[in-house]
């Protein structure tokens, strides 16, 4: 089975920057090597439905940004380690949401939007005005 573990939030003034980090390991990172899949970062505020905020394509590695963060976050790969991280610059407090990463394992080479079934458990990004 795919595991998918997020990283790097916390709380932050506005302005700040944080890094996420989506990651797997171990046997499942050698059966489900997160270079071939469209990997997805959403993100859920209270009170808010669940957004998808930006996209990476399987194998490509063409990515999606949605429009109100589009400038200020940037979805990049590392595939040797098995690890997509979503980079976030001057971050407003309606930034503030659980953060997941989400994976398309239902074929290789996806493109963006994938069909996300695999999904991490989440981390809280925070940020104060």
């Known amino acids: 089975q795919l595991d998918l573990v997020e990283s790097g939030g916390g709380l932050v003034q506005s302005g700040g920057t944080l890094r996420l980090s989506c990651a797997t390991s171990g046997r499942a990172a050698r059966y489900y090597p997160l270079k071939n899949y469209a990997i997805a970062w959403f993100r859920q505020a209270p009170g808010k439905d669940r957004e998808e905020v930006s996209c990476i394509s399987g194998g490509y590695d063409d990515t999606t940004y949605a429009d109100d963060i589009k400038g200020r976050f940037t979805i990049s790969r590392d595939k040797d380690k098995n690890t997509v991280y979503l980079q976030m610059s001057d971050l407003k407090p309606e930034d503030t949401a659980v953060y997941y990463c989400?994976?398309?394992?239902?074929?290789?080479?996806?493109?963006?939007?994938?069909?996300?079934?695999?999904w991490g458990q989440g981390t809280q990004v925070t940020v104060s005005s």
């Open positions: 989400a994976a398309d394992i239902g074929t290789i080479y996806r493109a963006c939007p994938g069909d996300f079934g695999v």
